[in-house]
């Protein structure tokens, strides 16, 4: 899955901190094979998280563990979409 969210230049400290504090909640998690954050070379301010989860059965753990409802009511306010934009992949090679 690919998580995608932007925020402003003025906010982009406060969401770097938000987002690595959360990356190690989230590779804690049992079942959690990756939690890696990018930002664009270009524009700094544009964010990218791949995440990979074992299985169904680890993501939907994911999903209802309530540290991620946390990070999210305080990221949706530091970010210029209405909630992070979800693109969920299937591998082939």
């Known amino acids: ?9 003025e906010r982009l400290d406060t969401v770097r ?15 959690n094979r990756a939690f890696d954050v990018y930002t664009h070379v270009a524009e700094p301010t544009k964010f990218w998280v791949h995440e990979i989860y074992a299985d169904r059965a680890a993501f939907e753990a994911h999903i209802g563990d309530p540290a991620g409802t946390e990070f999210n009511g305080k990221l949706v306010p530091l970010i210029i979409e209405p909630a992070s934009v979800l693109t969920f992949l299937t591998p082939i090679a």
Request: no cysteine.
């Open 1 to 9: 899955m690919i998580a995608e969210f932007t925020t402003t230049q």
């Open 17 to 31: 901190e938000l987002i690595a504090a959360y990356g190690e909640v989230v590779r804690a998690e049992p079942g």
